[in-house]
């Protein structure tokens, strides 16, 4: 069983950047698929960006894909979500989950979910 507790959520202007973190409790991190959602009010949680056990290979949704890179580093249980070029419709509260397939985007097949960031855009 894995912990998970998001930072780095905020307010940001159209065009600006922030960087959100993801720390996680336990001693098997690497064997966890990591994954970035977001769910903005009203709407059904989506998923971000997934990256796998040793961060070797990284799957996007096309809505930010070339504006957000997902990193993770083993060693400090953590994994991370670079966002670029902010938008507003990027305004939601971002969520970071694990489970132990492949690279998958489906929120049903994540086990573990922190509590989520929100991370406003403005316009």
């Known amino acids: 069983q894995v912990q998970l507790v998001e930072s780095g959520g905020g307010l940001v202007q159209a065009g600006g950047s922030l960087r959100l973190s993801c720390a996680a409790s336990?001693?098997?991190?690497?064997?966890?698929?990591m994954g970035w959602f977001h769910q903005a009010p009203g709407k059904e949680r989506e998923f971000v960006a997934a990256?796998?056990?040793?961060?070797?290979?990284?799957y996007y949704a096309d809505s930010v894909a070339g504006r957000f890179t997902i990193s993770r580093d083993n060693a400090k249980n953590a994994q991370y979500l670079q966002m670029n070029s902010l938008k507003p419709e990027d305004t939601a509260v971002y969520y970071c989950?694990?489970?132990?397939?492949?690279?998958?985007?489906?929120?049903?097949?994540?086990?573990?979910w922190g509590q989520g960031t929100q991370v406003t855009v403005s316009s």
């Open positions: 990256i796998s056990r040793i961060g070797v290979s990284t």
């Open positions: 336990g001693h098997t991190f690497s064997t966890y698929t």
């Open positions: 989950a694990a489970q132990i397939s492949g690279l998958v985007r489906t929120t049903t097949d994540y086990a573990y």
